[in-house]
């Protein structure tokens, strides 16, 4: 099992900034993914970025140039730095980690006010 426990989602004014953490714990193997994902009221839950063990990452066309997502391996945590956000990006913000399994954070709410 792995427990994901997200921070830093509140309120920001469009054009502001607001950094996520997940902490992962548990049974971690070394090779995993890592990842962010959203969801808006009335809409799907779509991926926003991810991060492999490597480092090599994956954005959203919508977040790109303007998200960025890292991780320390040493901490099992993964960030995702948000920049220049916009109302649309209001949503639940959820990490996940995925070893053979997915497993998914509690989520954190991040409210964009234009």
């Known amino acids: 099992q792995v427990q994901l426990v997200e921070s830093g989602g509140g309120l920001v004014q469009a054009g502001g900034s607001l950094r996520l953490s997940c902490a992962a714990s548990?049974?971690?193997?070394?090779?995993?993914?890592m990842g962010w994902y959203r969801q808006a009221p009335g809409k799907q839950r779509e991926l926003v970025a991810s991060?492999?063990?490597?480092?090599?990452?994956h954005y959203a066309d919508s977040v790109k140039g303007r998200f960025t997502i890292s991780r320390d391996n040493a901490k099992n945590t993964v960030y995702l730095q948000m920049n220049s956000l916009k109302a649309e990006d209001t949503a639940v913000y959820y990490c996940n980690y995925y070893y053979m399994s997915g497993y998914w954070g509690q989520g954190t709410q991040v409210t964009v006010s234009s």
């Open positions: 548990g049974s971690i193997f070394r090779i995993n993914v």
């Open positions: 991060i492999t063990s490597g480092g090599t990452t």
